[in-house]
């Protein structure tokens, strides 16, 4: 890499996965001027599972992290998809070959386990440096160079000049709202309707049930539906933990005024949403402590018009925040960061020009494939969440196909489906970005 394009300063915000990815993929490539504004204190990640696909593997694999991440996760065989009320299965779909077929496995773990992954490979770059504390306020120019804001919590604000911002700041992003003000247009922010409760059970307070103890030594996924709720449930944390993720209708954030996310929810109130649920489930809901209920809103944007303003980027939740049904959002922040390590990894000079050019290439590659798998999330929830009529007639029946197939052929729950799987799991978004690099960069 030519020494001045080494030393272009690149500025990010957030330090979530896009931000902590996007980070370790331009040390990789060979930047050595990398700066990221956090606006928390620390890392300070919610206790809670995530699941680790193939495709977002293979990517950290590459840059020199996946290792610990691997050894902490429990590596998935099995998804199993009951009925919430009765817990009669509806379908047993086995993934025993998913690394074999994707070179790398599915698992589930702990997101400190993958933050702190992502952080520890940072800390073994001179070229990073961290400012914790300190948020993005506004952006005040994107060309030739971008000049933003930021606030540091205890301090006054102050302007810096970057030659490339990359805004991994989040579903709430700063950065977003200061590019969508600027280009004049509206993000349309879609109201989902639907909230989430994160819950994690300690292992020893499930041991004593072997019911629930078959769950927390399982190798496997389930997940529980009902009318408009559902709950996805796996074992973290070397199997210390299980982790519990619902989602149900919004009737707490639908009046908030402002743009909350999270609340601090009732354990009461929860146990109403589910009361119907089976007694497998009940167990677990009552295992969670009195006052440790927390509530998240789940909310997405339209399809921006672009993700892509001068040198400046969006990544991650920023640009794609999608609903959790494919479990796939932390993984497409990740390709994000993946794609942006290779075009500006590439870049032949230093001019504001081909920084514009490269993100171009950046968005081509990324933005349609990351908004299909927002449309693929929102119609899988739809499905899950059907409550009656001729579509649930029509899931039902493919349920029933799915079961006496032994497991084989399309899943209504997309993130279980082989020929979905194939699509996001098969594609090496690296790869692709090396050609379209090639293919497109001479070409703008
Ligand atoms: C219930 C639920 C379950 C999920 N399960 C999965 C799963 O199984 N698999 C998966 O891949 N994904 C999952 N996701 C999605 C995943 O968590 C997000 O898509 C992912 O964290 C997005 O990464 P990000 O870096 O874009 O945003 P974030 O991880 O949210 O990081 C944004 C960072 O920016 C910081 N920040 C915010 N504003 C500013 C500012 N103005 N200045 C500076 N810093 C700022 C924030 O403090 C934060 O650290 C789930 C999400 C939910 C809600």
Redesign the pocket.
């Known amino acids: 890499m030519d020494d001045q394009v080494k030393n272009l300063k690149i500025c990010i ?7 902590l990815s996007s980070a370790l993929a331009l040390a990789r490539a060979g930047f050595q001027n990398i700066e990221v ?4 204190s620390d ?2 990640f919610v206790g ?6 193939p495709n ?1 593997a293979r990517i950290l694999d590459r840059f020199g992290v996946w290792d610990p991440i691997e050894q902490e996760s429990t590596g998935i065989k099995e998804t199993s998809i009951r009925d919430g009320a009765t817990d009669n299965e509806l379908a047993h779909v086995m993934m025993p070959d998913i690394r074999q077929i994707y070179g790398f496995p599915h698992g589930t773990g702990h ?1 400190y386990s993958l933050a702190t992954g992502l952080y520890e490979g940072c800390k073994k770059y001179n070229a990073i440096k961290f400012i914790f504390r ?4 506004s952006v005040e120019s994107w060309s030739p160079k971008p000049v933003f804001t ?1 606030t540091p919590r205890d301090g006054e604000p102050y302007t810096i000049e970057a030659d490339i911002l990359l805004g ?8 977003r709202t200061s590019m969508l003000a600027h280009l004049k247009v509206d993000a349309e922010i879609v109201e989902t309707g639907q909230a ?1 409760y ?1 819950i994690v059970l300690d292992r020893k307070d499930m041991e004593h049930d072997p019911e629930l103890l078959e769950l927390i030594n399982s190798d496997g996924v389930t997940r529980w539906i009902g009318e408009k709720r559902h709950i996805i449930a796996y074992p973290i944390q070397s199997k210390t933990i299980y982790n519990l ?1 619902t989602v149900q209708p919004d009737n707490n954030f639908a009046e908030a005024p402002s743009i909350t996310y999270t609340t601090k929810g009732s354990k009461e109130v929860m146990l109403k949403v589910f009361e119907d649920f089976c007694p497998k489930v009940q167990k677990m809901l009552n295992l969670v402590p009195e006052g440790e209920v927390c509530e ?1 809103r ?1 909310r997405v944007y339209a399809p921006l018009p672009t993700w892509v303003c001068g040198s400046v980027a969006l ?4 640009c794609h ?2 609903l ?1 049904h494919l ?7 990740i390709e994000d960061s993946a794609v942006l390590g290779v075009v500006l990894g590439r870049l032949p000079d230093v001019r504001p020009e081909s920084i514009n050019k490269a993100l171009q290439i950046y968005e081509s590659v990324r933005k349609e494939r990351a908004e299909t798998l927002v449309a693929i999330a929102a119609a899988s929830g739809r499905a899950l969440h059907l409550g009656s009529g001729a579509a649930k007639e029509e899931r039902d029946k493919q349920f029933a196909a799915l079961k006496a197939a032994g497991g084989k052929g399309p899943v209504p729950d997309k993130w279980a489906d082989p020929e979905v799987q194939k699509e996001i799991y098969g594609h090496d978004c690296t790869k692709e970005a090396e050609t379209a690099f090639q293919e497109q960069f001479n070409k703008l």
């Open positions: 915000a957030g330090a979530g996965m896009g931000g504004y956090e606006l928390a890392l300070g809670a599972g995530i699941q680790l696909a977002l997101r300190t948020g993005i306020s930021v991994a700041d989040g579903i709430k992003s700063a950065t989430a994160r993720s998240w789940l990544v991650g939740d920023s925040a999608t959790p479990n796939q959002g932390a993984a497409q922040a």
